[in-house]
């Protein structure tokens, strides 16, 4: 049985569902979601540490920068959150180990919070000599001092999604059409919804998944620093941006669930409130673009071109994607949230 026929079974049974049970179903259902049956990075979409070696070095210069910044402990927990192919944990920890040394090595305990079979298992062979941990949920990270990387999780978290109609707010849901085919539809009452979600436009989306991330970090009792950097707004609550992609190709959210990637763009604006009102720090959101070029973005591209003549054009075409602002560097974000008393991150 398809992660299709399960849904509508599910919807014949009780009647229509939010989207965001949709989402967390099609998406991360244990057996059939899309993260553990199918993980498309390079097919169904492309992330900046593919695009580019810099992005993970210069992740792997920040992490040395910050560990120091945290005192050095001689143990930490460097956790990646939704690793896929590790392509950022590689480019990054071969800056950190040369820059760090063994002090850096040793004191690191890598973890991947990764509940993808497929993954974990190619993941642990290729870092099989640091011996990574893997964690289901940042909540399972074993305690202690920890910096925390994630690269385009944010916008996998489903979203409930709530639009104007009739003079009020009404949440879409899945239904069945006529045909008994997956639909959207609108829920019949008016819901109550989530208290920081701020209600403008015809449409507006609201990730509750944000609450219990910065709920997982405000209760590590130990220094953390976490870095997310995904796509988005920050300076209001996105509307209709939910959208599916197959295949490197553009599709309907419920034309194919559990087979292609889901994703909505992040509220940055929410996410640092939350955190501050938690008593977190927090620094940005900020442009890409900039947060790379203050880690060092330009020189690290002009080594690279001089190290590869023959290949320069394609190095460099590859990693102005990542700072232009016409291309991923205005649209995509960084933003980290520390706990309190740290000194301010590099790049913000």
């Not at 244990?30 to 992330?47: C, E, H, K, L, V």
């Not at 993970?56 to 959150?81: C, D, N, R, S, Y």
């Not at 994607?321 to 301010?344: H, N």
Request: proline share 8%; glycine share 10%; hydrophobic share 45%.
């Amino acid at each position: 049985m398809t992660i299709e026929d399960r849904l509508v079974r599910l919807i014949e049974t009780g009647g229509p569902i939010p989207l965001s049970t949709y989402m967390q179903i099609a998406l991360h259902d244990p057996q059939d979601g899309y993260y553990a049956a199918r993980p498309g990075i390079g097919r169904d979409f492309t992330t900046a540490p593919e695009t580019s070696q810099v992005f993970g070095e210069l992740i792997g210069l920040w992490l040395v920068h910050e560990w120091k910044a945290m005192g050095a402990p001689e143990t930490f927990q460097l956790v990646e959150i939704g690793p896929g192919r590790g392509q950022l944990m590689a480019d990054a920890l071969r800056v950190a180990l040369a820059v760090g040394g063994d002090l850096f090595a040793d004191a690191a305990e890598l973890v991947f919070v990764e509940p993808s079979p497929v993954l974990k298992e190619a993941l642990g062979r290729m870092f099989s000599p640091l011996s990574p941990k893997f964690a289901a949920t940042l909540a399972q990270v074993p305690a202690g001092p920890a910096l925390i990387v994630a690269n385009e999780y944010l916008d996998c978290l489903p979203a409930r999604q709530f639009r104007r109609a009739e003079g009020g707010w009404r949440e879409c849901v899945v239904g069945l059409s006529e045909g008994g085919r997956l639909a959207f539809g609108l829920a019949a009452d008016e819901p109550r919804p989530p208290q920081a979600a701020a209600l403008s436009g015809e449409v507006v989306e609201v990730q509750t998944g944000l609450d219990l991330l910065v709920a997982d970090l405000v209760s590590r009792a130990a220094p953390v620093r976490a870095l997310f950097i995904d796509y988005g707004p920050d300076d209001r609550a996105p509307g209709d941006t939910l959208r599916a992609y197959r295949e490197g190709r553009q599709v309907g959210p419920l034309e194919a669930p559990g087979v292609s990637d889901l994703t909505v763009d992040v509220d940055f604006g929410r996410l640092a409130r939350l955190a501050q009102a938690a008593g977190l720090d927090v620094a940005g959101p900020s442009p890409q673009g900039m947060f790379l070029l203050g880690l060092g973005a330009q020189a690290r591209l002009n080594q690279l071109v001089a190290a590869n003549p023959d290949d320069a054009e394609a190095v460099f075409t590859a990693a102005r994607k990542l700072i232009d602002p016409a291309d991923m560097g205005a649209r995509f974000k960084a933003v980290c949230l520390s706990s309190p008393g740290l000194a301010r991150p590099a790049g913000f």
